[in-house]
């Protein structure tokens, strides 16, 4: 006696690709993070801060990158705590927290350093960020950008 042949099993749906299943939230970060570091890069000239502010007497070295000066939590997409540091720069002051806090304070002066240690230190409560609110920090990122671009060619 035959046996009639089994259904085929219905095909699963095929996972997009990775950068597809990427969130909007999660995409907006990424653009907000891509603008401060631009912000952040133009503003200082695109030079080495650690080396302008001779907070280590040793020569630059790497690609610049830009360096969250009270951590990436706190005020992450705040311009004015980020500066621009080489590779080597960026690794020496990250470990060390005497040598972070005087490229601050030299940066930004007394009072501003203290405003924005202040205000890293605030507790924030709620810690995930609602996708309007990444929309609106994007908003005022490129805004920035903008005036810094109108700046820089106005003086030239």
């Known amino acids: 006696m035959l046996l009639p042949k089994p259904e085929p099993k219905p095909k699963k749906a095929r ?3 990775r950068r597809e299943r990427r969130s909007t939230v999660a995409q907006l970060k990424k653009r907000a993070d891509a603008l401060w570091r631009e912000i952040v890069l133009t503003r200082d000239g695109k030079r080495c801060m650690a080396r302008a502010h001779n907070v280590t007497p040793e020569p630059c070295g790497g690609p610049l990158q830009a360096d969250h000066l ?4 706190k005020l992450r997409w705040d311009p004015d705590g980020g500066a621009t540091v080489d590779a080597y720069c960026h690794r020496r002051i990250t470990f060390d ?5 005087m490229l601050g304070l030299r940066m930004l002066g007394r009072d501003e350093y203290e405003r ?3 205000q890293a ?16 920090v994007v908003a005022r990122l490129e805004a920035r950008l903008r005036l810094q671009w109108l700046k820089r060619t106005a003086c030239e």
């Open 70 to 73: 009270f951590g990436r939590k």
């Open 15 to 17: 996972k997009r690709p």
């Open 121 to 136: 230190n605030q507790d924030r409560g709620r810690h995930t960020i609602l996708h309007y609110e990444v929309e609106a």
């Open 97 to 101: 927290q005497a040598a972070h806090a």
């Open 116 to 118: 924005l240690l202040e």
